[in-house]
């Protein structure tokens, strides 16, 4: 089985300060852990992803997530942030049972307010 | 290259009614998703096609909930009949797998509205 927790449903920030959206993860399995952004009206768009590879990702739009074992967390942060990143960030782990595809498992999101 | 696309965008119908909703994933990709978001939260699964087979409809409520992908490209996902619980965002999502596990590709999603 395999969860993730988002710990804060809404973050609000000023344009141009850090931003830290938080996230634990639960697997049996080693685990692939994503971001997924969520603008109003449109699709669902990666961020990021953790495969095993490097713990530190860097993303798209200046995003990145360190993947911590000895945390279980995969929290995303940006050192500035736009306008722009407005919008519902969504923590994501899949499990690898001897690899293959899987369905994603969601987070239930953190909203991310951009005061300006 | 085109997104996955679906259609309608948004519906409304009355209880009981049928539904059904397309999808159209991105030309190559193998693996077809359709997903559940409900207001507020994150998206569940509710099927997986590999090509023109059903791998993972562990979480499809199939008393009323029907899918299919008879060619392995095109899906339809159907609802009857459709219940007030059922209003949600529907998710369609498409990728490439070969064995490690590949980005999946969403949808704008249709939105339905169950009145």
């Known amino acids: 089985a395999q969860s993730v927790t988002q710990l804060d449903s809404h973050v609000s920030v000023s344009e141009g300060t850090p931003v830290l959206l938080r996230c634990n993860y639960s697997s049996s399995y080693s685990p692939s852990l994503f971001w997924y952004v969520q603008h109003p009206n449109k699709g669902l768009q990666l961020l990021l992803k953790?495969?095993?590879?490097?713990?530190l990702v860097k993303g798209i739009n200046g995003f990145e997530a360190e993947f911590k074992t000895s945390e279980t967390s995969f929290h995303l942060t940006k050192p500035s942030a736009h306008m722009s990143d407005a919008a519902e960030y969504f923590c994501?782990?899949?499990?690898?049972?001897?690899?293959?595809?899987?369905?994603?498992?969601f987070g239930k999101g953190t909203h991310l307010i951009i005061q300006p | 290259e085109a997104g996955v696309v679906q259609s309608p965008r948004y519906k409304i119908i009355e209880k009981k009614q049928p539904v059904a909703f397309w999808c159209n994933p991105i030309s190559g990709h193998n693996t077809l998703y359709w997903y559940r978001q409900n207001l507020g939260q994150g998206p569940e699964l509710l099927i997986r096609?590999?090509?023109?087979?059903?791998?993972?409809d562990s979480q499809l409520p199939k008393d009323r909930f029907s899918a299919e992908r008879l060619k392995g490209v095109d899906s339809t996902l159907k609802i009857q009949p459709a219940e007030l619980g059922d209003s949600a965002v529907y998710l369609c999502a498409s990728s490439f797998e070969q064995g490690g596990l590949n980005e999946q590709f969403f949808g704008p999603g249709t939105r339905l509205t169950v009145l």
């Open positions: 994501v782990v899949s499990g690898k049972k001897g690899g293959g595809a899987d369905g994603l498992t």
């Open positions: 953790y495969t095993s590879a490097a713990t």
């Open positions: 096609y590999e090509n023109e087979e059903a791998v993972d």
